[in-house]
């Protein structure tokens, strides 16, 4: 069987010699790959074992510590299942502080989070938002609350820190969809629509039709640019809640209604006001007042129920997580794997966390320098080896279908992708023709050229475990 490497202008044409071994036929693919253009500078690990006795098959720079982009998931995603459970659900509580009489609430409503990040998501019937504001609204009334609230709705968590950011995430990802932070209340996947629409000619001014971000103003410097040239527009978005934030880049001439997806500063303001306006438009009228911190209430031990919200099972959260490669999810996870150990939920308390769980289980600390649980920062470091090594460990455990089942399937093969600047990597399993079951995790740094080429290159040396 002929193999060809198509990457960046060379052509390398691999056949592999009638009964040579796996680990030859791999070494004879890397070594053509490390030896194109594209390479040069670049470095390149892959590490193959026998999924069945976790021996190796081939390894090749598998120590080396490199950025994994979201295969780094495989970390967060195990952990959770092994110390949360696949049936873990999280619990949004609506309580209050005060008596009801007449029909109205004398006192605070508290929407009291615990880091739920599917609250309000789209991907679930139970969690849309329209269903999850339609259940408080009718928790109210049932308990009695149907003219009004006198008091403040206040958004409250407790343990979860106020950085939702992890450090090493770039300005550049931060105000974006796929960068949104992580907190006690999640709303929407912390996301939102920025609408917009370009000139007729390049470098024309590109204006902003209407968001659903609470905050609206923007310093809007982005620009139209040629025809077929694509979504080049980010959102920068300071950390700090009421900061304006900076839309910069490029879309297309003679779009009409171009959507970019932003990440939102203050999910917890953004899902106070929502539930506010449904009160007033179910005929609940309240101040609309929204306190952040609560002032002068009473104690938490004395607040009374109205309403509780369970995410979907943690399995179902794994799904999307990995599926989609969903940052939020992994962020959220490794803050509730902290507060469910008893730890503050921040990511620094839940990372130690997930590097103590690993080491515990055979991987070298030094050999996966986490800095979030998603992957995104440029500056997290892990070995193919460290990979696989969680590749298997799963393949133990009573939960591993369900953790098998997440992983999306590339290029024939069920394998967690990632992909950051200058970073491509896989890592999953594959059962090759004649029944042998390999684990393997591939990655590639500071390749020059095209992502898309990489990938085929990358591709076609996976390919020889089929």
Known sequence: MKYILLFLGSILLFTPSKGQALSQQLATAVRQLEATPAMKYAIFSLYVADAKTGKPVYAHNNNIGLAPASTQKLFTSTAAFELLGPSFRYTMQLRHDGEIGAGRLKGNLYVVGSGDPTLGSWRWKETKDSVVLKQLLADCRRLGITRGIDGAIIPYSVGFSHQGIPDGWIWQDIGNYYGAGAYGINWQENQYDLHLRSGATVNDPVSILEDSDPNSQYINELKSAAKGSGDNAYIYLSPVPGKMPLVAGTIPVNERS???????????????????????????????????????????????????????????????????????????????????????????????????????????????????????????????????????????????????????????????????????????????????????????NNYDGSSGEMVKAMYQVLNLLK
């Open 258 to 444: 171009f959507a970019i997806s932003g990440a939102l500063a203050d999910p917890a303001m953004a899902l106070t006001k929502a539930f506010s306006a449904v009160l007033a438009g179910g005929g609940i009228d309240n101040s609309g007042q929204v306190d952040i911190v609560p002032v002068n209430t009473s104690s938490p031990d004395n607040w009374h129920t109205v309403s509780s919200i369970s995410s979907p099972p943690l399995d179902s959260i794994n799904y999307w997580f990995l599926r989609r490669s969903i940052n939020l999810y992994g962020e959220a996870l490794v803050k509730t794997m902290a507060a469910q150990q008893g730890a503050p939920a921040a990511t620094d308390r839940g990372i130690e966390l997930l590097r103590n769980f690993w080491q515990a289980r055979g991987i070298d600390k030094a050999a996966i320098h986490l800095l979030d649980g998603s992957g995104l920062s440029p500056q997290n470091r892990v070995t193919t080896t460290s990979l696989v090594q969680v590749l298997q460990y799963a393949k133990t455990r009573p939960w591993y279908s369900s953790f098998y089942h997440c992983l999306p399937e590339y290029n024939g093969m069920k394998m967690k992708s990632g992909s950051i600047g200058g970073a491509r990597a896989f890592a999953g399993y594959h059962t090759a023709r004649d029944g042998k079951e390999y684990s393997f995790a591939i990655i590639a």
